[in-house]
């Protein structure tokens, strides 16, 4: 197993961080690597909410089981997934800070199969996908027309 954790200051409110990062079939949008995502379940996204998508790797479409098992709007979301090579399992924090919203992540990850092998290398390229997908997730909302509260635009 491995332990990836990182963090990245977002220009927008928390709760407008907390909602674009829960509702996983917004990822297609600032993960190029994810080449689809859809919501399976009924209702609002919530604790429960379970999510199927797919991440292009080595060429390929690697299918993905996503469940939010967590859910505390706008401070903290907690999630499982299960792909044929790994368990990740882990929490998503929102905080105000000056200019924004700091959001950090820490998820475990445990290799199955032929991939506990590779934990080594799973542990850095996986550091190195996180800050490059929640980069992708702060450049595309903060390119976003910035919205105040009360107005009606």
């Known amino acids: 197993m491995t332990f990836i954790e990182g963090e990245i200051t977002i220009a927008r409110p928390a709760e407008a961080v907390f909602d674009f990062a829960a509702d996983q079939r917004n990822e297609p949008r600032y993960n190029p690597r994810m080449v689809r ?7 609002p996204v919530g604790k429960g909410t379970v999510f199927r998508s797919a991440v292009r790797a080595a060429g390929r479409a690697t299918e ?15 999630s499982h997934t299960t792909m044929t090579q790994a368990d ?3 929490t998503l924090t929102f ?15 445990r290799p199955k199969g032929a991939s506990r092998l590779l934990t080594p290398v799973i542990s850095r390229i996986g550091r190195h996908q996180e800050q490059a997908i929640w980069t992708g997730m702060k ?15």
Do not use: F, N
């Open 95 to 109: 905080a105000p800070v000056p200019g924004g919203t700091r959001m950090r992540w820490a998820w475990v990850v």
């Open 139 to 153: 450049r595309y909302l903060e390119a976003q027309p910035h919205r105040q509260p009360g107005r009606d635009d």
């Open 37 to 43: 995502a859809e919501k399976v379940t009924g209702g």
């Open 64 to 78: 993905m089981r996503s469940e939010l098992t967590g859910y505390r709007r706008p401070a903290w979301l907690a």
């Open 88 to 90: 990740i399992a882990g």
